[in-house]
């Protein structure tokens, strides 16, 4: 099981931007997709953008598209979000993960959690 370490959040003014951060402890990195997900207060965990393993299929959640920018470096063993012009609505933990299949990423059926990274945006 691959292990997964998101880092990057913070506190940002709305307007401003962010770069998180996902390092992958597994060495079949390369082959997996990646995805972003957040979960907000009393809320279950949201798609936000997945990358398949070569970065030629990238998908984003309509609420993000266009702000946010998904990215991988398989020879870091890392996924990326960039994230811009943030809104309040925003705010939330966001997690990465990691599976065989794409659409397991963009439908959120997955079952294991790492550690998340807070981002909040203040109004």
């Known amino acids: 099981q691959v292990q997964l370490v998101a880092s990057g959040g913070g506190l940002v003014q709305a307007g401003g931007s962010l770069r998180l951060s996902c390092a992958a402890s597994?060495?079949?990195?390369?082959?997996?997709?990646m995805g972003w997900f957040r979960q907000a207060p009393g809320k279950g965990h949201e798609f936000v953008a997945a990358?398949?393993?070569?970065?030629?299929?990238?998908y984003y959640a309509d609420s993000v598209k266009g702000r946010f920018t998904i990215s991988r470096d398989n020879a870091k063993n890392t996924v990326y979000l960039q994230m811009n012009s943030l809104k309040p609505e925003d705010t939330a933990v966001y997690y990465c993960?990691?599976?065989?299949?794409?659409?397991?990423?963009?439908?959120?059926?997955?079952?294991?959690w790492g550690q998340g990274t807070q981002v909040t945006v203040s109004s």
């Open positions: 993960n990691a599976d065989a299949s794409i659409l397991v990423l963009r439908t959120v059926s997955l079952t294991s």
């Open positions: 597994r060495h079949t990195f390369s082959s997996l997709a």
């Open positions: 990358i398949n393993w070569s970065g030629g299929s990238i």
